[in-house]
Every structure is written in C-alpha cells, then in structure tokens.
C-alpha cells in the first residue's frame, strides 16, 4: 500500500515528466513548414462554420476538431505554431 507522502512523491514525478514531455515537444514546434494536413486544417480553421460543415460531410473526420481549432485561433492568433502547439497539447493525453 503506497503511503500519502510516497503517493505525492510518485504524482510530483509524474507531472514533472508530464510537463517535461510537453516542453519537450514545444521545442523547435514551428522549425519545419507546414504539412499538407496542417495546411488543410489551418485554412478550414480560418474559414466560416458554414464551410466548415459542409467540407466535412464528405469526409471521415468530423468537424469537432476544427471548431474547437477555430476557437483557438481566434484567441491565440494564426501560425504555424499556434496551429500546432492545440494538437501538441492533446497529444499528451495519449
């Protein structure tokens, strides 16, 4: 049975690694130029839902993301890095 201190020791280690795993993975985030599909994202990001919506009908990936990548945008600005760095963040869940 883990103790409270060795409990908060072992979750203190695991968000560090966490965050140092999502550091880690900023670095250099925008260095190369965009990808094909991150092109693609990012101009169906800056488009209208409208457009949104119906690109996504013939499509199999639904448009959850790109609003949500709208959203974001909309706050935060567009780049490379801006456009990157939300899919960076939900890739530490994996």
Request: hydrophobic letters at 50%; proline letters at 3%; a positive charge.
């Amino acid at each position: 049975m883990i103790t409270g201190k060795r409990l908060h020791l072992s979750l203190g280690l695991m968000v560090g690694l966490l965050l140092l795993a999502f550091a880690l993975r900023l670095l250099r985030l925008d260095y190369q130029s965009l990808w094909w599909d991150e092109g693609i994202s990012l101009h169906l990001a800056t488009s209208g839902f409208g457009e949104i919506i119906r690109d996504r009908l013939d499509n199999i990936h639904p448009p959850l993301y790109f609003f949500i990548l709208k959203g974001w945008l909309a706050l935060v600005g567009v780049s490379p890095f801006t456009g990157r760095y939300l899919s960076t963040l939900a890739s530490l869940t994996q």
